[in-house]
Structures are given as structure tokens and as C-alpha cells.
């Protein structure tokens, strides 16, 4: 993957289609096999895999620790 500065100052990315589709594979494995082993909801566990993404971003933006 590659960041590149924009004229906005935001970041744009680029990432190979087959890296992508890899990352794709391995989140969905792991919230099936995390739901299988857990019994909780596939929908709950994809809100908490969202709540979590959007922290993460929050954090390298620096809005927060």
C-alpha cells in the first residue's frame, strides 16, 4: 500500500487488489470462526469490528489516544 498526499490534506491510499482481497478473506474467516466459537451474532460482531475501525482511525488522525 502506498499513502499519497492530497491537495485537501488527506491522505489517498492504493492498495494491490489481491492484498486487498486477502484482507477481505482473513476478517471474514475470523469473525465466522470468532461467531462459531462464541455464539454471538454475525451483525453484532461486524458492529464491534466497525466501533473498533473507527477508533483505530480516530487514533492515526490523532483526534484521540
Not at 466459537?37 to 466497525?50: P, R
Amino acid at each position: 500500500f502506498s499513502p499519497t498526499p492530497s491537495l485537501n490534506n488527506h491522505m489517498t491510499y492504493t492498495i494491490d487488489r489481491t492484498v486487498h482481497n486477502d484482507l477481505v478473506e482473513l476478517l471474514e474467516d475470523s469473525v465466522e470462526y470468532f461467531c462459531n466459537e462464541n455464539m454471538v451474532s454475525g451483525e453484532l460482531t461486524w458492529i464491534i469490528v466497525q466501533t473498533l475501525a473507527e477508533a483505530k482511525i480516530a487514533q492515526f488522525k490523532g483526534e484521540c489516544q
